[in-house]
Antibody, heavy 121, light 112 residues
Framework: QVQLQQSGPGLVKPSQTLSLTCAIS??????????WNWVRQSPSRGLEWLGR?????????DYAVSVKSRLTINPDTSKNQFSLQLNSMTPEDTAVYYC???????????WGQGTLVTVSS | DIAMTQTPLSLSVTPGQAASISCKSS???????????LYWYLQKPGQSPQLLIY???NRFSGVPDRFSGSGSGTDFTLKISRVEAEDVGVYYC?????????FGQGTKVEIK
């Protein structure tokens, strides 16, 4: 049974960088049959997929166009986790951020607990 | 991006009665591999979303058989045959035929 445990701050100042981590147990970030995603949820934007990282002989990343210039998702094989870094935060980035696993035929079959991130000075 | 439109946005149901949620996509979700990439999720109050149905009509592990999915192309339906108190929450459809994966606005189900 895979479990995803998120960590990171709940408050970020405008223009700063948000850093979140998702620790994986019960699976491997290097799995060749999974992809590791970040999704956020806000009243104004609903559920919004942000991006993913996955390993298929080499590491790959995909990002939503809306955040592509500001988002980096990195795997950490030594700690079996992956991270999100979102630069130049604005109040519009205020949301609950989730990490989630994709497997073939079962996208987002496991989710982290969510982190409410507020962007405010 | 593929737009996902759900109706209704809210539903109040008597326990034991049936409920139905519609989801329409702006493009066909039928892939050339023969699969249709439409999924349903339930977000219970205070929780993360959970996968209910994958590829239109397949119940995910542990999902009760009172939940069923149907549809094809761009029109899909989630049915709950006999609503129970534990079914309250917001239901979302999602497509994964192309990136970005996109979700419907959600349908809030409450018990009368």
């Amino acid at each position: 049974q895979v479990q995803l445990q998120q960590s990171g701050p709940g408050l970020v100042k405008p223009s700063q960088t948000l850093s979140l981590t998702c620790a994986i147990s019960g699976d491997s970030v290097s799995s060749t049959s999974a992809a590791w995603n970040w999704v956020r949820q806000s009243p104004s934007r609903g559920l919004e997929w942000l991006g993913r990282t996955y390993y298929r002989s080499k590491w790959h990343n995909d990002y939503a166009v809306s955040v592509k210039s500001r988002l980096t998702i990195n795997p950490d094989t030594s700690k079996n986790q992956f991270s999100l870094q979102l630069n130049s935060m604005t109040p519009e980035d205020t949301a609950v951020y989730y990490c989630a696993r994709n497997r073939p035929g079962a996208p987002f079959d496991s989710w982290g607990q969510g982190t409410l991130v507020t962007v405010s000075s | 991006d593929i737009a996902m439109t759900q109706t209704p946005l809210s539903l109040s149901v008597t326990p034991g009665q049936a409920a139905s949620i519609s989801c329409k996509s702006s493009q066909s979700l039928l892939h050339s591999d023969g699969k249709t990439y439409l999924y349903w999720y339930l977000q219970k109050p205070g929780q993360s979303p959970q996968l209910l149905i994958y590829e239109v009509s397949n119940r995910f592990s542990g999902v009760p058989d009172r939940f069923s999915g149907s549809g094809s192309g761009t029109d899909f339906t989630l049915k709950i045959s006999r609503v129970e108190a534990e079914d309250v929450g917001v239901y979302y459809c999602m497509q994964s035929i192309q990136l970005p994966q996109t979700f419907g606005q959600g349908t809030k189900v409450e018990i009368k």
